[in-house]
């Protein structure tokens, strides 16, 4: 009988060692490989979480987007759902951003252990919430192209990281993916290119993304992606974890939101995923102030071992 190997405490893996223990436990080996092959994988909802969360984050998200628009949201609603003043503006979608602290469900979706698990296999173990945002969908006409591209902010050129990646996206369905309920399009394996598509590049080569409800897919930064119009009626939701290592420029800066009182009532992961402890791009005259944010990351170890927190909101209302 074939046994699997043991993971020992190698010094050339490091704390990957540890990591790769989790992904094992988990189930999501199998991930991990599609990852590595193809540049994205698909996790069953019953591996995610309960079917309850997904309910939850989608009425919220349903909320959030009624009180911007103006309009009232929900799944069925026919044709136009409002129009919300956000880019890059699209003729059958628009984008919520900022959403990380809006309500407890998002801190639980950023900490789920699936997607934390799989974002950090990506990312080398560290990395940052660059932005969290919820792409609301609706019908709407073909519009011969399904804007393919690969999430890595590369050079003029379009040179993208060719060994890993600095990026990565994790993206929970809140509705059933289909290709005609405007689901994701990817290229598998196009993340191996270490380039940008060029005009018109992969699209005859692109499938659908077709998953339930409370899946999890994710990809790696350099995978050319896009999605295909939405033929059907009512809401296409999707909320979009989308990840950075440590020294890249985050789409959004929660710092200024981090108060005492903010940072008090979250798990300490969560504050080093929005940047609470990183000093860089200071903005006082005196230049970094390392001393000041180690404080702040010791003064949290102290008052939260961050694990137990993290676990008990991930798990909350299963």
Same mark, same amino acid.
């Given at each position: ?6 993971? &020992? ?29 193809? &540049? ?37 609603? !026919? &044709? ?66 399904? &804007? ?9 050129? /379009? ?48 499938? !659908? ?46 710092? !200024? ?9 979250? !798990? ?6 929005? *940047? *609470? ?30 694990? /137990? ?10």
């Amino acid at each position: 009988m074939l046994r699997r190997m043991q993971i &020992g405490d190698w010094t050339a893996t490091g704390t990957f060692n540890q990591r790769y223990r989790g992904l094992r436990q988990m189930g999501l080996e199998q991930n991990v490989a599609e990852l590595e092959a193809f &540049g994205f994988t698909v996790v069953e909802p019953e591996k995610v979480a309960p079917a309850d969360f997904t309910r939850r984050l989608r009425d919220r998200l349903l909320e959030i987007a009624s009180r911007r628009t103006g309009v009232p949201h929900a799944l069925d609603r !026919p &044709g136009d759902p409002g129009r919300y003043d956000s880019e890059p503006r699209f003729g059958s979608q628009y984008v919520l951003y900022y959403l990380a602290l809006e309500d407890d469900v998002f801190a639980e979706a950023l900490l789920n252990p699936v997607a934390t698990a799989l974002s950090s296999y990506l990312l080398g173990g560290d990395y940052r919430l660059s932005s969290l945002t919820c792409f609301v969908k609706w019908a709407g006409p073909p519009t011969g192209s399904l &804007g393919l591209h690969a999430d890595y902010p590369g050079g003029l050129r /379009g040179d993208l990281p060719p060994v890993y990646g600095l990026v990565a996206n994790a993206t929970w369905v809140l509705t059933d993916y289909t290709r005609e309920n405007g689901a994701l399009a990817v290229v598998p394996g196009s993340h191996r290119l270490a380039r940008r598509p060029g005009p018109g590049e992969g699209e005859d080569d692109a499938i !659908p993304v077709e998953a339930p409800a409370g899946s999890l897919v994710v990809w790696h930064g350099n995978l050319w992606h896009g999605a295909y119009p939405k033929s059907t009626p009512g809401l296409r939701l999707s909320l979009v974890n989308y990840m950075c290592r440590p020294a890249m420029r985050t789409q959004e800066d929660y710092r !200024p939101q981090l108060t005492p009182e903010v940072r008090a009532r979250l !798990p300490k992961r969560l504050v080093d995923m929005l *940047g *609470g402890f990183d000093p860089m791009m200071w903005t006082d005259e005196r230049g970094p102030q390392f001393e000041h944010y180690a404080s702040l990351a010791a003064a949290a170890d102290q008052a939260d071992d961050g694990e /137990g927190r993290a676990h008990a909101m991930t798990t909350a209302g299963a």
